[in-house]
T-cell receptor, first 115, second 116 residues
Framework: DAGVTQSPTHLIKTRGQHVTLRCSPISGHKSVSWYQQVLGQGPQFIFQYYEKEERGRGNFPDRFSARQFPNYSSELNVNALLLGDSALYLC??????????????FGPGTRLTVT | AQSVTQPDIHITVSEGASLELRCNYSYGATPYLFWYVQSPGQGLQLLLKYFSGDTLVQGIKGFEAEFKRSQSSFNLRKPSVHWSDAAEYFCAVGEVLTGGGNKLTFGTGTQLKVEL
């Protein structure tokens, strides 16, 4: 079975531009989360979506937005890029969201470089 | 707010030696704990998890971890390390959010080097 897929693998943008990153969850998974991993640090939570609704948001500015589509795939958008947005962006999928914990499975990530 | 501390930034062990990676967490409620491994340029692979029950949990690739509530720790162990285990290891605590979502809070990671 295919795991979580992300596109593109790498991209380079200039300060002030915007970027769209894409994620397809594991088949049967309905929840998608986004994380930012700056070099040398652990991943930081950005968003979680389930059934096209935002279910959680981390401490990121409004320049970051996301959405989930009916097929459960997701996009992460970042506007007005800053040098500090350079990072590995990870998407994770899980079976469901609810009152209990669940496992999150990560994709390979998109490496964003802002120059 | 929840937090995770991984005291060791780098660890070097010889192939065949035992391994223990330390993880301490801060979380007010029952913690949901995870260990992930990340190879260079790759995403994260789940090694094991603790939700409840037996405090010694077994994972993939021969790894195990022990939850100790009194010490707020969830250390990862392997009895005999293989060269292919060289990677970065992340401990994480899961939190259920008010909106019904879940989020993971990660430590800063421990880079494992294996000497042949």
């Amino acid at each position: 079975d295919a795991g979580v897929t992300q596109s593109p693998t790498h991209l380079i943008k200039t300060r002030g531009q915007h970027v769209t990153l894409r994620c397809s969850p594991i088949s049967g998974h309905k929840s998608v989360s986004w994380y930012q991993q700056v070099l040398g640090q652990g991943p930081q939570f950005i968003f979680q979506y389930y059934e096209k609704e935002e279910r959680g948001r981390g401490n990121f500015p409004d320049r970051f937005s996301a959405r989930q589509f009916p097929n459960y795939s997701s996009e992460l958008n970042v506007n007005a890029l800053l040098l500090g947005d350079s990072a590995l962006y990870l998407c994770a999928s899980s079976v469901h969201t609810g009152t209990g914990p669940y496992e999150q499975y990560f994709g390979p990530g998109t490496r964003l470089t802002v120059t | 707010a929840q937090s995770v501390t991984q005291p060791d930034i780098h660890i070097t062990v010889s192939e065949g030696a035992s391994l223990e990676l330390r993880c301490n967490y801060s979380y007010g409620a029952t913690p949901y704990l995870f260990w992930y491994v990340q190879s260079p340029g790759q995403g994260l692979q789940l090694l094991l998890k603790y939700f409840s029950g037996d405090t010694l949990v077994q994972g993939i690739k021969g790894f195990e971890a022990e939850f100790k509530r009194s010490q707020s720790s969830f250390n990862l162990r392997k009895p005999s390390v293989h060269w292919s285990d060289a990677a970065e290891y992340f401990c994480a605590v899961g939190e259920v959010l008010t909106g019904g979502g879940n989020k993971l809070t990660f430590g800063t990671g421990t880079q494992l080097k294996v000497e042949l």
